[in-house]
């Protein structure tokens, strides 16, 4: 895999670690997988009452990870739901913000790629999805076999409406595959346009020049960005950080920014607290506090 764009319009970060990565992964397992196995769970878990919307409102509500109940007037959008409490040795270190039983009658899935953590099999089978589940190109075998009633495979820049919807897959700076050497599948972001906002989910990717193409493209008003695991052990570009999570912002031109795939499971060579704290530490520097939304696990917020 190299780190220019396929022909499918992703951009792959490579899977080669770069060098020092077997003292990088000695570090990752002695300070944070071990201490993790160990340690208690934190945050609660919350049964919020989900009152119908009007118009052009949406409630967005972080279940955690890259997980986000997304709402609109009409519709409810998951995006990467996630309740593993553990991945392999990795242990979940926060709770999921909603127990998975207390979701709103959902209407449309969305998987931003087949990583284990944003892929996660046994959530997606216990969700009932009316019109079904969105995923990148060469996921279906992933999520065929998990009883949705419609799988729909989507490729860069390729648009489908769904009630009442306009979903669009956006290019990313990752990688897709589900093992080692499972390369055909694609990656990316969606962007969700509905009552009136456009909402953009980058799902997982490093920094990169398309952030400014997707805002050209699409007026963003609600910009969901990745900030944490950017201390990969394995060296390899596959992540932003705080200060690049916000650069990517302004390319998008979006008018709020919420972070997400820090805190709940621990990826990165970081401290836990790290990324939250750098990130409104450089919104204050850019002057974008007032367009900055830090999300609890399980508290909604509606726009």
């Known amino acids: 895999m190299s780190d220019t764009p396929n ?9 080669k670690p770069t060098k020092g990565w077997p003292q990088r992964n000695y570090r990752f397992l002695r300070d944070q997988i071990v201490p993790g196995i160990f340690k208690r769970r934190e945050g609660n878990q919350f049964r919020p009452e989900f009152h119908p919307l009007n118009g052009e409102s949406v409630r967005i509500t972080w279940i955690g990870h890259a997980g986000f109940l997304i709402q609109f007037e009409s519709m409810n959008v998951l995006v990467d739901p996630n309740w593993a409490m553990w991945h392999g040795i990795v242990k979940r270190s926060r709770l999921p913000g909603i127990p998975i039983d207390h979701l709103p009658p959902i ?15 046994k959530s997606l089978r216990v969700i009932d999805s009316r019109y079904g589940i969105i995923v990148p190109s060469g996921l279906r075998d992933l999520v065929s076999r998990l009883k949705f009633p419609a799988v729909y ?47 953009f989910h980058c799902g997982d990717s490093a920094y990169f020049d398309d952030f400014k193409t997707i805002g050209a493209r699409h007026n963003i008003d609600i910009a969901i960005l990745p900030i944490g695991a950017y201390e990969a ?11 690049e999570a916000l650069q990517a912002f302004e390319d ?13 499971f621990p990826l990165g060579n970081e401290s836990p607290l790290e990324p939250v704290q750098r990130l ?14 830090v999300l609890d696990e399980g508290s909604p917020v509606t726009f």
């Open 7 to 15: 022909s499918n319009g992703t951009n792959n970060s490579g899977l």
């Open 107 to 121: 209407d449309l899935v969305l998987v931003t790629h087949a990583h284990y953590d944003h892929l996660h099999k």
């Open 153 to 199: 495979e989507m490729n860069i820049w390729e648009e489908l409406k769904l009630g009442g919807l306009t979903i669009t897959h956006t290019p990313s700076h990752h990688w897709g595959a589900r093992n080692l050497h499972d390369t055909h599948r694609n990656f990316g972001g969606f962007l969700i346009h509905g009552g009136g906002k456009d909402i």
């Open 233 to 243: 052990p394995s060296g390899r570009d596959v992540h932003m950080n705080p200060e």
């Open 252 to 264: 998008l031109g979006g008018e709020v920014m919420i972070p997400m795939h820090y805190g709940s």
């Open 280 to 293: 409104s530490a450089e919104a204050h520097h850019r002057g974008l506090t007032d367009k900055l939304v």
